[in-house]
DNA sequence: CTCATTACTTACATTTTTGTATGTACCATA
DNA sequence: TATGGTACATACAAAAATGTAAGTAATGAG
């Protein structure tokens, strides 16, 4: 009881922190370890399932769905789906997710900036 | 053997893309669970590890020092230590770490912005 | 000698994230 | 009937991040 109430807490102060403070939940978006690769996969327009794949080499077949739907959930990535066969499924940026595309830009540049000073 | 061969090829991948991919270093060091929180702390000023942690009350002392090491070894925090008993232990923003909080505000703004659109 | 203060460290447990391997549904084609 | 292509799902395992609880070193005050 006192365990799963604890846990439950930290849980919640961790929503809590996620929804008050939108820094967090922005960095929350953009973690994880191919969210970026996905992102900047899908700049240049749509793509499907397995293209994307081919872009990411060694990213896993689950990694890639499981990051998709996290992108889809959090609005950065629309899917769309055609009814073929075999099947043919789609995704591209939101145009929230390209509005973040040149911040992600400034971090990058803050990044080679910051790499030289700490050689 | 070919466990461990494998274990660390994923390693070297990931630091290959940390260190290949500029977004992708400057988001692990803003990535953590209390990363933000301490920075936003360190910006009015240099703190002493104690008033740190009166300003981040969930976090418990180990986490502090772990992150606290982390910022420090990516060049983010200063850290100061005074030879008094008690010991003092003061932590400030490095210069590199002053110029990233502009592009955090606007990570910021984007996810306000982007709560507006998803709800 | 005992206690308080400060900034930790250490051992261990739990939770979260990521990876591996294999299976599935659909139907057209051979 | 068997095979291939596509976009997954599922069970399980390993690794990484985070949390809990307790201990430590130094020394001045009482």
Redesign the pocket.
């Known amino acids: 009881m006192s ?1 799963t109430k ?2 439950s807490t ?2 919640e102060n ?1 929503q809590l922190l996620i929804q008050c403070c939108s820094e967090v939940y922005a960095i929350e978006m953009i973690s ?3 969210i970026l690769s996905i992102l900047y996969g899908l700049v240049g327009g749509k793509l ?4 994307l794949r081919k872009r990411i080499p060694e ?5 890639l ?5 996290k992108l889809e959930s959090n609005g950065l990535v629309k ?1 769309t ?1 055609y009814a073929e ?5 789609e995704y591209e940026l939101t145009p929230s997710a390209l509005k973040l595309t040149p911040i992600l830009k400034q971090l990058k540049d803050w990044g080679e900036q910051h790499k030289e000073v700490m050689e």
Chains 1, 2 share one sequence.
Not at 85 to 89: D, E, G
Request: charged content about 35%; proline content about 7%; overall charge positive.
């Open positions: 365990k604890e846990t930290n849980f961790k994880g370890q191919w499907r399932y397995g293209e990213i896993t077949e689950r990694m769905t499981l990051q998709l739907r899917r789906v066969v075999p099947p043919r499924v």
